[in-house]
């Protein structure tokens, strides 16, 4: 079993419409909860962290936690054709340091 | 305010050479962490250091692959005799303190290819 799995995409989407990102983890000793976005040929860019259940929003993305479903998943609003990208899940343990990444799922926004 | 800093962002080697990866994290950063995305594969931790110290390298292969962090100067991640297998990109991360609640930044990333 993986230790972080994400929904395998791809996902297309409408401008406007909202993406919705699911995430998956194995370690019940997971602390912190990452989503990074990878254009296609570049670098990861943190886009939100969270450590707690429930919900954390910034500006048009949503985070959402839930620790006793070992779940975790990313909302886009507003979709915009800026958006189309690989979106990263990362996960950290409770003693450690080291992400544990999942393979990414990419989203195409269509204009 | 300069981001992490990695160079050369392209390196091409033929099969038995050396390269040689490095990484210059955030000022203020005193954590620095190596991953490979290895083509249509996720990222993968391969070693984390501090200054002077290798914290884990659990996820380095045991063979060919070094890396360091010397008390003056970048971070290197050292790969002697590479071969195919090892064209991948090789991304730097860094973050200000240690401790599973930091955020991790990511470089610009080295892209090796081996022919």
């Known amino acids: 079993q993986k230790e972080v799995e994400q929904n395998s995409g791809p996902l297309s989407v409408p401008e406007g419409a909202i993406a919705s990102l699911n995430c998956t983890y194995s370690?019940?000793?997971?602390?912190?909860f990452f989503w990074y976005r990878q254009y296609s040929g570049k670098s990861p860019e943190l886009i939100m962290s969270?450590?707690?259940?429930g919900d954390k929003e910034d500006g048009r993305f949503t985070a959402q936690l839930n620790k006793a479903s070992q779940y975790v998943s990313l909302l886009i609003r507003d979709s915009q054709p800026s958006d189309s990208a690989t979106y990263l899940c990362?996960?950290?343990?409770?003693?450690?340091?080291?992400?544990?990444f999942g393979a990414g799922t990419t989203v195409t926004v269509r204009a | 305010n300069a981001g992490v800093m990695q160079n050369p962002r392209h390196l091409v080697r033929r099969r038995g050479q050396e390269a040689r990866l490095r990484c210059s994290p955030m000022?203020?950063?005193?954590?620095v962490y190596w991953y490979r995305q290895l083509p249509e594969e996720g990222l993968k931790f391969m070693v984390y250091?501090?200054?002077?110290?290798?914290?884990?390298e659990s996820g380095m292969p045991k063979e060919r692959f070094s890396a360091e962090f010397p008390k003056e100067g970048p971070s290197i991640l050292r790969i002697q005799q590479v071969v195919r297998g090892d064209s991948a990109a090789y991304f730097c991360?860094?973050?200000?303190?240690?401790?599973?609640?930091?955020?991790?930044?990511f470089g610009p990333g080295t892209r090796l290819t081996v022919l």
């Open positions: 991360a860094s973050s200000p303190l240690k401790g599973a609640d930091n955020e991790q930044f």
């Open positions: 250091l501090q200054k002077e110290n290798i914290i884990d």
């Open positions: 370690d019940r000793g997971s602390q912190s």
């Open positions: 000022k203020g950063h005193s954590h």
């Open positions: 990362a996960v950290n343990h409770r003693n450690d340091y080291k992400l544990s």
């Open positions: 969270i450590y707690s259940n």
